[in-house]
């Protein structure tokens, strides 16, 4: 708490915490309130973190000075336990400082507003307190929990290596899903092991679970994916890159014209300007999501990520993303007296101009009522029109809510308003 760039994915990380604690292993609130899993909440959020801080680096230094870095043998850069008399403790054998030019450690992560510098004390303070944690643990638990932990920090270094060593932007769909099996299911996986040492519970007894709760973090990197498009499309695989640079060229033209663009662009006007630009893209994801969500999660899991999706890509109950101005209106340059008709009417042209196989026009018209959800008045005019049941999808099924169905309410709404 004594670190504000840390609080919202903390408090995220908290509230998955609960959930995997309650949902998947039983823990009575009660229970949940001696924060027995505390450590694996830890780890978690060193992992969001030095995540965002290895790939700033990459960024900022380039890929080709960090692969040289990496290429060194005689340095090894994976985190390491060793047992000391009364504990076991976790570390590195280097010191970023003495790798990485002190100029480049001076720049600031645009995300966080603070220079690498301050962003590694971060990370270092965050190992103190994992290993501080590990101290009070029995031995034969700690000694599990720091080769789990290592485990999982290492599985993400090794994605991290893939990007920079390997990555070329003609990638297939099975290289796609193949990265993501490692990055997505092999670590939550892991992460859920973790939490089930940690609570002493037969990791064996859950184990069957935990695919469904890696599909849902799967469907959650989904909007990840669009949201983090203008960057990755350099660097590493995504899923709206695949889509658009295999099969909707134009979409994939336009990212790469306006990427920069969209790196100095903030939230919902960001989100609303690929949604417009790379409609066919950014359907195939939702299918995919949807997919994924109606064949692996249950109906609790289902509610979780619809409401992960409604704030982190719609914006929901979310001041992070919220903007004064409408989305729509900024993206188009419209006037900002234009009516719901001449924006529906906008919206429309652009999303229909799509002409491909794989997209369908229901598709479409439910992309319509995606792109509307993000911006405020056409979100609170769409509910003022729907019925109480459409409303019910919308807001609780976002997801799973049939694209036929929600091609039928975009019909309705639009006929209203523009005939």
Request: charged content about 25%.
């Amino acid at each position: 708490m004594r670190f504000r760039e840390l609080m919202q994915v903390r408090n995220n990380i908290e509230k998955g915490s609960f959930a995997y604690d309650t949902i998947l292993f039983n823990l009575s609130p009660i229970q949940v309130l001696k924060n027995k899993s505390h450590l694996a909440n830890l780890v978690c959020l060193a992992i969001l973190f030095g995540d965002e801080f290895i790939d700033g680096l990459a960024q900022e230094y380039g890929k080709t000075s960090i692969k040289r870095i990496l290429a060194n043998q005689l340095q090894r850069y994976y985190l390491q336990h060793k047992k000391n008399a009364d504990s076991v403790e976790l570390f590195y054998e280097f010191d970023i400082r003495e790798i990485i030019p002190e100029e480049i450690l001076k720049t600031t992560n645009a995300k966080y507003g603070i220079n690498y510098t301050e962003f590694y004390s971060h990370l270092q303070f965050l190992l103190a307190e994992m290993n501080r944690q590990l101290e009070k643990l029995p031995d034969d638990i700690s000694s599990e929990a720091a080769t789990l932990i290592c485990n999982v920090c290492n599985r993400c270094f090794d994605t991290y290596c893939t990007d920079i060593n390997d990555f070329s932007v003609d990638y297939s769909l099975g290289d796609l899903l193949d990265y993501y099996n490692t990055k997505d299911n092999r670590i939550i996986k892991t992460l859920l092991s973790l939490r089930a040492v940690l609570l002493s519970k037969n990791t064996l007894q859950y184990q069957k679970q935990f695919g469904s709760w890696a599909s849902m973090v799967r469907g959650m990197q989904l909007y990840d994916d669009m949201q983090d498009a203008d960057q990755d499309c350099d660097y590493q695989m995504n899923f709206l890159c695949y889509f658009a640079f295999n099969h909707f060229y134009s979409e994939w033209e336009w990212l790469n014209e306006n990427k920069k663009k969209l790196q100095n662009e903030q939230g919902l006007i960001k989100y609303a300007d690929i949604c417009l630009h790379m409609p066919a893209s950014v359907m195939m994801c939702m299918q995919y999501t949807r997919y994924l969500s109606n064949k692996h999660l249950s109906w609790v899991q289902q509610k979780i990520h619809n409401y992960l999706w409604k704030k982190n890509w719609l914006g929901f109950n979310n001041p992070l993303l919220k903007t004064t101005a409408s989305p729509i209106q900024v993206t188009l340059k419209l006037n900002e007296n234009s009516t719901i008709a001449e924006r529906l009417s906008e919206i429309k042209r652009i999303v229909f101009a799509t002409d491909h196989p794989f997209i369908t026009a229901n598709m479409q018209w439910a992309h319509l009522i995606d792109i509307a959800l993000m911006d405020e008045q056409l979100k609170q005019d769409l509910f003022k029109s729907c019925s109480k049941k459409e409303r019910y999808f919308l807001k609780s099924c976002f997801i799973e809510f049939p694209v036929d169905s929600k091609a039928a309410v975009a019909k309705g709404w639009f006929e209203r308003h523009v005939g």
